[in-house]
């Protein structure tokens, strides 16, 4: 694992316990367990308070930005599914079929402390700004 990868890992544990982490070519993959889903929305029938969430980062992290997010498939709010996303652009490694939510960080700027700079523990907890939204 690359430093870091390593260092943005141990930064995401602090507010995502139960964060998962895999290499997959290029890519690093993580998935968040149990993200808080906002009032409105459903997973087909249910109407969970978490969801699962992952996303992805290329080799040419941090200097790249991060676009998007996954959540499970048949997801709507108040329903009507979402109309800014689709079938993922990559195969998550975790299991499950999922949506993809078309979403950048907006002003990304890394720097070399992980904590200071646009890092992934911050751009995860922006995915309930575009949850807040609604479809």
């Given at each position: 694992?690359?430093?870091?990868?390593?260092?943005?890992?141990?930064?995401?544990?602090?507010?995502?316990?139960?964060?998962?982490?895999?290499?997959?070519?290029?890519?690093?993959?993580?998935?968040?367990?149990?993200?808080?889903?906002?009032?409105?929305?459903?997973?087909?029938?249910?109407?969970?308070?978490?969801?699962?969430?992952?996303?992805?980062?290329?080799?040419?992290?941090?200097?790249?930005?991060?676009?998007?997010?996954?959540?499970?498939?048949?997801?709507?709010?108040?329903?009507?599914?979402?109309?800014?996303?689709?079938?993922?652009?990559?195969?998550?490694?975790?299991?499950?079929?999922?949506?993809?939510?078309?979403?950048?960080?907006?002003?990304?700027?890394?720097?070399?402390?992980?904590?200071?700079?646009?890092?992934?523990?911050?751009?995860?907890?922006s995915f309930i700004s575009r949850l807040k939204e609604g479809v």
């Amino acid at each position: 694992m690359r430093i870091r990868i390593a260092k943005e890992l141990e930064l995401l544990k602090k507010y995502y316990i139960d964060v998962e982490h895999q290499e997959v070519g290029t890519d690093d993959w993580f998935l968040i367990p149990s993200y808080p889903l906002p009032e409105g929305w459903s997973v087909s029938c249910d109407k969970p308070a978490f969801v699962k969430v992952a996303f992805s980062v290329s080799a040419g992290h941090p200097g790249t930005e991060p676009y998007g997010f996954l959540v499970p498939l048949g997801i709507s709010y108040n329903g009507v599914p979402p109309n800014n996303g689709g079938a993922p652009p990559k195969a998550p490694p975790f299991p499950g079929e999922w949506f993809h939510f078309s979403w950048s960080p907006g002003n990304w700027c890394p720097t070399a402390d992980v904590a200071a700079g646009s890092n992934l523990q911050a751009w995860a907890r922006s995915f309930i700004s575009r949850l807040k939204e609604g479809v």
